[in-house]
Nanobody, 123 residues
Framework: QVQLRESGGGSVQSGGSLRLSCAAS????????MGWFRQAPGKLREGVAS???????FYHVSVKGRFTISRNNAKTMLYLQIHSLEPEDTAIYYC?????????????????WGQGTQVTVSS
């Protein structure tokens, strides 16, 4: 079992930056891939960034160039640096860990999930 807890969300103005963090505990040695998803009001959850066991990173086309995913080698901390925030980035952001790379390739049931952190961007 792996437990995930996000932090770092908040309310920012358009053009601002945020750094989201995710602390992983439990059987972190079993993690192959980690990533970030988001769910905006009235929309389906979507994967936005993923980092593989070897450090390879993947991004949704809508965030490429603005979002940067990183983690420590022990896979106990995952980060998402977000620049140039837009109102369309308003969502609950979830940390996930699982066997597939990119992480969104796996069905949701195969991943571990955090409870999410709210990001609100005002224009």
């Amino acid at each position: 079992q792996v437990q995930l807890r996000e932090s770092g969300g908040g309310s920012v103005q358009s053009g601002g930056s945020l750094r989201l963090s995710c602390a992983a505990s439990g059987d972190t040695y079993s993690i192959n891939s980690m990533g970030w998803f988001r769910q905006a009001p009235g929309k389906l959850r979507e994967g936005v960034a993923s980092i593989a066991h070897d450090g390879s990173s993947f991004y949704h086309v809508s965030v490429k160039g603005r979002f940067t995913i990183s983690r420590n080698n022990a896979k106990t901390m995952l980060y998402l640096q977000i620049h140039s925030l837009e109102p369309e980035d308003t969502a609950i952001y979830y940390c996930a860990a699982g066997p597939c790379s990119p992480i969104w390739v796996c069905s949701d049931s195969r991943n571990y999930w955090g409870q999410g952190t709210q990001v609100t961007v005002s224009s």
